[in-house]
């Protein structure tokens, strides 16, 4: 699993974990019950605390992303959102209402906005099907 960390960004290390392991559990890089690198050996790889992964790890657990099984570590989990549609559509509202606010602050017009969301939203598909196995 490749994770890049960006220390400049401001935004909080365990988070750019949680969001990188999201984007690979997304696009298919991981799938459901595939397990995910012990804390102790993902810390050492990324130079960063152990406590940082754990947070992270346990973020992704509250979430319903990951699953920690006992003797087996964390595993991603099945796609079961345990979450309402209506909490799961307010939660994209949310994080889709925050782009555009920093689209305004970085003085992006509307339609180029709606044309980046839809070219991000086309690669997205096709790394989706590029890692989907051929039968």
Known sequence: ?????????????????????????ASG??????SL???RPLSEQLRINRNTVAK???????QGVIETMPG??????????????????KMLCEEI??????????????????SLVEQRLATFQQKTADSTPQS
């Open 29 to 34: 890089g991981l799938r459901a019950g595939e």
């Open 72 to 89: 087996k570590g964390s595993v991603v989990a099945a796609n079961h959102s345990p979450l309402k549609k209506e909490v799961r559509v």
């Open 56 to 62: 992270a790890y346990a973020e992704l657990e509250n």
């Open 1 to 25: 699993m490749f994770i890049e960390l960006n220390f400049r960004s401001g935004k909080p290390v365990y988070l750019q974990v949680v969001d990188q392991i999201k984007s690979a559990i």
């Open 97 to 114: 209402d925050a782009a555009i606010v920093q689209a305004h602050h970085l003085q992006v017009p509307p339609a180029e906005f709606l």
């Open 37 to 39: 690198p012990s804390i």
